[in-house]
């Protein structure tokens, strides 16, 4: 049976994380369900979003995580072992990074580090892993995919090289990818290009996304819901399309700082931060 879009395939239930050594949580009592949809996860740098995505795929080796909750398709990854979580990274849940730069090995072939990762969760032939390969690049749009497959990492251009990751983390077909400001390193023109063939593949492919980001824009228009973090929390959750809606001061805060293409020229205003912020709040799903 196919599940419905709505049906959730991740749930998380006061999810708090805490680094050794720090006074407070870097995150706090976040609450959440993903189906197979966009959902976006917006604040300032620092706000905990990342932060959030990288405990999902357990890739905090010095931070304490605890949730009433954290189920993915049915796995309970607070307790699964890392044999478990080895079968879910890359296979069933993915993670697209900021810049491929920092993201692929500079030694290796572009090509090859794809081919890799599909081998690494399926067992096949290289020759067919390869075409799979091929395949994939030319869904991203990659033109000549038999060129840059020989290509290593500093032959490609940003753009490319961020739709070689896509490619990367999309062959497995994932039931989630996590996607951490997967298009702040490129320039308007070629983000636009990349937002495009990202959200292509995921309506394509029935996949449930969480789009990390700074950018109220890009959440508005790419994801159909929003949560906003600050300090650690969950403020404020609601649907993309009324994020013009939003209603707590941080999120307005965050909405007027932004400049407006035809706005007004004067001096944008600073957000002013109150302490009642950082209070525990609790957030809907």
Known sequence: MTDHPSDPILSVENLSIHYRGTPRPAVRNVSFTLGRERLG??????????????????????AEITA???????????????KDMLHVRGAQMSMILQDPKFSLNPIQ?????????????????????RARTLDMLEA???????????????????????????????????????????????????????????????????IGLIMISHDLNLVRNFCDRVLIMYAGQVVESLKASEL??????????????????????????????????????EASS
């Open 68 to 82: 009433d909750r954290m189920s993915f398709k049915g796995i309970d990854l607070l307790r699964a072992s890392e």
């Open 109 to 129: 072939r572009c090509g090859d580090q794809i081919t890799e990762a599909y081998l690494t969760h399926n067992k096949c032939p290289k020759r067919e892993a």
């Open 41 to 62: 996860i917006v604040g300032e740098s620092g706000s905990g979003k990342s932060t959030v995505g990288r405990a999902l795929l357990r890739l905090l080796p010095t």
């Open 140 to 206: 991203v749009q990659i033109r000549d995919p038999e060129r840059v497959y020989g290509l290593y990492p500093h032959e490609v251009s940003g753009g490319m090289g961020q739709r070689i990751m896509i490619a990367m983390m999309l062959l497995t077909n994932p039931s989630l990818v996590i996607a951490d400001e997967p298009t702040s390193a490129l320039d308007v023109t070629v983000r636009l290009q990349v937002l495009g063939i990202l959200d292509a593949l995921v309506r394509d492919k029935g």
């Open 244 to 281: 013009d809606n939003a209603q707590h001061p941080y999120s307005r805060g965050l909405l007027a700082a932004q400049p407006r293409i035809g706005g007004g020229r004067g001096t944008l205003p600073v957000l002013q931060r109150r302490p009642e912020w950082s209070e525990p709040v």
